[in-house]
Structure formats: C-alpha cells, structure tokens
C-alpha cells in the first residue's frame, strides 16, 4: 500500500468511528458546536484573510481566471456571511431520531420508521472556500462525519476554516475527526475516496460537470448528484399571458450560470404568435441570444436556427432555444425526450393540464405558474442545500410498494417569480 | 452490435415507452389487470403444469438437487397462491400519486411532494417460478415497468406465467410491453442488463450470495440489495427470562434458511450464568450447533469454540455463535464491528437501554423485545415485498438536512415471537 493510500485509509477509518459519536450526539452538543464555529470565524477573521492572501497570490501568479479569482476572494462580508450560514444551520431543527408511521400490527408489534444519520459523507469541492464551513455544518447536524477535499487552490483557506471547525467541536466536547480536511492536493486522493467503500457511504461532488462525470465514473461509493440542468417551462393554451411572459423571462434571465435556469422555452401553437413577438422584445433587451424551430423564426426575428444538439444543450449562458409544441402533448414528449430530470414547469390556468403535468412529468422538481429558479433548497424551506439530486433510489428495509416508488419535490405557484 | 446487445437494447426501449404509459395508469386499470392475471392463473392450470413438467424433467435430466427442484416445482396448490398473491396486492392501496408535506413558503410558492414511479425495473432471480408473478404484479401496482429475467431452469414455466401476464395487461387496455420477460437463457443478457443506464433505473437481483456478488460488481445500474443477513439478538441485563428465552429460540429456529434468522446471539454476563444453561437445553432440542467464546463455554456443555470467522459468519443452518459481553456498550460494539446491518433486537425491560439500542444500532431494521424474524414486508404491514435493502440512499431534488439522512425500520415489541 502507498503512503497515499495508508492516508485516506487512516482518514476512513478515523471518520466511521467518529460517525458513532455524531450520530447519537444531542441536538444542544451540534448546535454549541456551530455556534462556537461560528464566533471562531468572527474572532480569527484577520488570520483567514491571510490564509486567503496566500491562496489568492499563488492564484494569480498561476493565472486563474477573473471568475475563479473571484470564487477563491474572502473579505470581511463573506466571512460574516458564513458565521450567519453556521448560526442559521444551527438554528434548524434536528432531524436526526425522529420516529414516524408508527402503527401496530397483526402480530402486536409495532412498526415505524427513524430518521437518521448516513454515515460518513465524502465532499469534493472546486474554488469556493465557504463550502468547507457550510458542507461540514450541514453533515453535523444531520449527524455525520465528513471528509472534505477543496480545490487546490483554496487549500489554506480551507485549512485555516478547518481550524475553527475543530475548535467548535472541541468546545462542544465532539471528536475532531467529526470533520476531516484532506491536506495533501494530490489528485490521486480524489479517487481513493471515492472508492472506499467500507469507510464512506456517499459521495457529493459539488462543481462543474466536469468534476462530476470523472467522479461519476471512478465512484464504487454511492453519488449524490446531478450531471445537467436543462430545465423547461411550458407556457399552455390556457396560460394567462402576463404570467407567461413575466415567468418567461425570469427563468431564464434571473441568473444564467445556475442550474435551475430554463434553458428550453416551449410554447403552444395557439398562443405562439402573441406571445413569442412580445418575449423575442424582452429577451432582446436582456441581451438574450435566441435559437427556434421553424415556427418560432416566422414569428420573431432576429432568431438563428436551433440544430438538435440545441434541445440538449444546457448553455449556463444568455442563449434559450424556443419550440412551438402542438399542444400539452407534445411538449411533455419534448421534455421526455430532452430534459434533464431536474425541474420543469407549466403556465396554465387549465386545471387538468396542470395536474396532468404534475403527475406526468419525471423530474426532481414539477412545478405550476411558478418559475423554475425556485428549484433550491432555501426557497423550498430545507432551511439549507447541499447540492440537488437528480438521483431515484431511496429506500431501506424490506421493499414493498412504497420502495418501489420516489418522490419528487411539487410546487403550486400563481405567477411567483424569483426576486 | 451484436444481436444480443440489439435484443437487449429493443427490450430497454420497450420498456421505457411502457414506463410512460404504466406511471399515468389508474389504480382501477392496475387492478383490473391483476385481477384478470389471477383469472388466467387459474383458468390455464393445465397449460401452466405442462409447462412446468417440461421444465422439471430437463432439471432432472441435468442433476438439479432435491433444493432446487423443490423451488422450481409447481402444482394446483402453488397455482392457487400465485393466483391469491396477484388479488392481494389489487387490493393493496396505490401508493403512486400520493401528495403530502404542501407547506407555503415566504415567495408564496407551495412545496411537497409527489410519490411516483421509479421508471423500468429489472429482476433478476433464480428458479422459483412464482417469482415471476410476484415481482410483475408489484411492478405493475407501483406504476413500474419491467424487464424479468428468470432463471433458465425454469424457462418454460416463466414463459407460461408471462402469457397470463400479458392477457391481464391486454384486458385492461394497457401496453404488454409493461411486463417483458427477456428470452434467451445467454447468461450474458444478464450483463447486458445491468449496465443499461439510459433504460433501465434500478436492478433488483432475488438468489443467493453469489448471484447479488456477481450483479453488484458488474451494475452500473444501481441496485436493491442486501448481501448477508448477519442478524445479532442482544439478552440485556434486565431482560425478561422468558421473553429472552423464547424470542432466541425463534429467532433462531422459526426457519434456518432465512436472512432475518439470528446467526449470533450476544448476552450480557450479568444473566448469562442463569440463561445459557437453559437455552443450551432448547437448542440441543432442535439439534443446533453452539459455537461459543470462552465464557459461554464454561456455562455450558458440549459448545465448540468460536473462531474469528464465526461472528461474521451468515450460517443459514442450525449453527449459532454466541458471545457473553459485558453490557450495552459491548454488544453495540460487537455488532458495529460484525453486523450486517440487516436487523438486531434487543431484550430488555430498562427503558434506557432499549432507547439507546433503537438509536445507536445502525441496521435496516432495529427491534426492542421482538423475533429478528419479524423483519419482513409482509409482518411490517407494507402487503407485500419484493426483496429487504441494506441500501441508505433516498434522496431526490434540492438535498437538505433531511436529504442527508435515512430512515431505518423501528419495532417495538412485548416479546412477540413469529408464529
């Protein structure tokens, strides 16, 4: 075994004992910990922006993009907001040991269910140093250990954060090994553990899909993840038109980079040539690039051809392709067809539509006159967000029609955009 | 491609366009072709026993053992329950649809969730016929498409069942395509199978050890499993005489074959002089094997020595380990350390202990006072089951607090045994 491996072993083995002790901690004992977390942040801000000078120096002098730079940048306001970050997961409730559907049975025994921790969670993470405080506050509220590995990059602003994690737990009388940082910036570390099976039970990559397809691939543990977001939002016969367009162009335009961004608009043919001349003036003024099916380019101009990579396209940039769809039908098979399972949504006011679509659109997210920028664990009440998933398989214990089953998140709006 | 891959490939893309239409089929619709299913059952007996006459006499022309031939074996009798298990589970409820958890949030959006259908299913199982029914009707039920793969020693068998399968589906005005049960015996289709990621959304391989090994190592496709059943029942200080005596002896003897049985039982010293004795007479009763430590040994007779192996050893035979610990605390060791995380239960009358038993054991089910035996869909109320997970990923759209959790089974018991 090389020294590499004897490492990330040693780490395994270090965060499946300290699992143990997190998972039966006390909601009173996590919450001290974060707090103190928190006020070590406050109180070592001056050391963690030198951390963050040395990391953004060596940044530059490596030629880091302005994007990237600006990533890694730590000031005085971020580091403010992730001591407020830690408080507010702090503040959440425990949802570790709660029992629920109890019922009894013919036996006389009764059944029901307890949530609780996974385990150990491994995270692997590009630039942003205030992932290692948020990704290590979420794992130990939900009562798991963590093994954390930034980006190179970030590496002592992450260690410096590490510091404060490790006073917190000490403070709370928690094992340090609770939250673990890889030191070494060897890549090959990556792939140690993402195949270390018997010592971490999930993966979560956050990044680029680059770092998530070669994770993806590698993994022998269990990923929590998704690939793309080619997101839809299918404005029906029956839309009200305002609506339409306001959702329109907020799920689109409101941000660009985020994966809950529409990045395919389908209109039906009955409300095309009304609708799509008005959205062509306001993406326009937008700067949005637009690419349409034959019918979206008679009735708007200044529309270039959509090819078919376009329906599978998930630009993170200004550009939407634009189909016109029959009807209700067609667009679902549009989405059956292209999307990415992540969050779609209709505008109708057709109440069997709405419903249709509900049931009969496949993805993590199914929405009704809301825009698909909702799609985020803060706008949905989880209080906070570790990634979204993408992924179906949930269940534990005997398998019975229930586990044959998932669920999707559902939203109801009536024309609520992102602010 | 060769034909096989081609064959497979068209059995994915079937079941994927049959996904579509079975996940928006009514409860009515799904109940109708069950029913009509049990009615074929039962008005093709005759076809359904030469069928299954051809399949024995090639079994015992190639030297299938008394085993085998037994599960592969049908008669009027094992008709009539296929038939009765495709009713029950028309009358199970229809968990697809179900709505539940719709809170508003701050923008105004209302969020919850959708149960909905996994996608298409693929099963892999061995000899028994009645498999096949079974696993398509809760398919079916649950809005899921299928793929089956039987074993080929009972070919004939699973091609005469899948005929009455299919005038069900007919009858009720739904796909055939819904239930497809894969041709040719090439064990390579299996391989195919797995690895179908576009097509196919989960595996759900039903046989022995070897059988779950092989699918686990090669799937690409993820998959409802558990590998061992290693099931630890722990005698506590204050446990009730009689309560512990009679659930040890069922735990083990109710049936040696199965993944709930107790393969090592834990006692703590401070009853195990008063209880070992008793129990080593109940034992030898129905003939089992006692492999003990060194303390069970000087309690009792006639108890070889357990190895190292023995506590991590699923016997599926009437052979038990059996440690003397000196606690709580050990026994959790112990089974941290050699459980499977299958099922566990602990006898006891102190409250604080059962507790602490409940929450720190990290099994797929943990039971205070009750047979391991229990751990089943049906004794667990869920009608029906198509395999027990050791699996602990659920998680599906934005991942919160709760995303990073799990759910384990609890039961609380007075002393039940499985009758």
Redesign the interface.
């Known amino acids: 075994m090389n020294d590499l491996k004897k490492y990330m072993q040693q780490l395994g083995q270090n965060a499946k004992t300290a699992a143990?002790e997190i998972?039966?901690a006390s909601a009173g004992q996590k919450n001290k910990a974060l707090e103190v977390m928190a006020d070590e942040i406050e109180a070592n801000k001056d050391a963690l922006l030198d951390a963050n000078a040395l990391d953004m120096a060596a940044g530059k002098e490596n030629g880091l993009d302005e994007a990237l730079l600006d990533r890694l940048a730590l000031d005085e306001e971020r580091l403010e907001g992730i001591a407020e970050g830690l408080r507010q997961i702090a503040a959440?409730p425990d949802?570790?040991?709660e029992?629920s559907q109890?019922?009894a049975?013919a036996?006389?025994?009764?059944?029901?269910?307890?949530?609780?921790?996974?385990?150990v969670?491994g995270i692997i993470y590009e630039s942003r140093p205030n992932v290692t405080a948020d990704a290590a506050a979420?794992?130990l509220?939900?009562?798991?250990a963590c093994i954390l590995r930034g980006g190179s990059e970030a590496k002592h602003s992450n260690l410096a954060i590490a510091k404060c994690i490790r006073k917190g737990l000490q403070a709370a009388g928690l094992a340090a090994d609770i939250v673990q940082v890889i030191e070494t910036t060897d890549r090959a570390a990556v792939g140690e553990l993402v195949r270390m099976e018997g010592f971490v039970?999930?993966i979560?990559p956050r990044g680029g899909k680059g770092l998530i397809e070669r994770i993806s691939q590698e993994a022998r543990v269990?990923v929590?993840k998704h690939l793309h977001g080619v997101c839809h939002v299918y404005i029906d016969d029956y839309a009200n038109s305002e609506m339409a367009l306001s959702i329109a162009l907020n799920a689109k335009t409101q941000r660009y980079g985020t994966c809950n961004t529409m990045e395919t608009l389908l209109v039906s043919k009955a409300v095309a040539s009304d609708l799509l001349p008005k959205l062509a003036v306001l993406y326009n003024e937008k700067g949005v690039e637009l690419r349409g099916c034959e019918t979206t380019r008679s009735l708007i101009d200044g529309c270039v051809a959509a090819t078919a990579e376009d329906w599978d396209e998930e630009y993170l940039a200004p550009i939407l392709s634009i189909r016109v769809v029959d009807g209700i039908e067609q667009a679902m098979d549009h989405i059956?067809q292209h999307s990415s399972s992540h969050t779609e949504s209709i505008i109708t006011e057709n109440h069997t539509n709405a419903m249709r679509f509900?049931?009969?659109v496949?993805s993590?997210?199914?929405?009704i006159n809301?825009s698909t920028r909702?799609?985020?664990?803060f706008?949905?009440?989880?209080?906070?967000?570790?990634?979204?998933?993408?992924?179906?398989?949930?269940?534990?214990?005997?398998?019975?029609?229930?586990?044959?089953?998932?669920?999707?998140?559902?939203?109801?709006?009536?024309g609520?955009i992102?602010?």
């Open positions: 143990r998972a039966k959440l949802p570790v040991g029992m109890i019922n049975m036996s006389g025994i009764k059944v029901g269910h307890m949530r609780v921790p996974l385990g969670i979420l794992c509220k939900s009562g798991n039970d999930v979560i269990p929590i059956h509900l049931r009969e496949d993590s997210s199914v929405m809301a909702f799609a985020d664990g706008e949905y009440g989880l209080g906070a967000e570790i990634g979204i998933s993408t992924n179906k398989l949930h269940v534990r214990g005997p398998v019975g029609l229930e586990g044959l089953t998932t669920q999707k998140f559902i939203v109801f709006g009536e609520q992102r602010q």
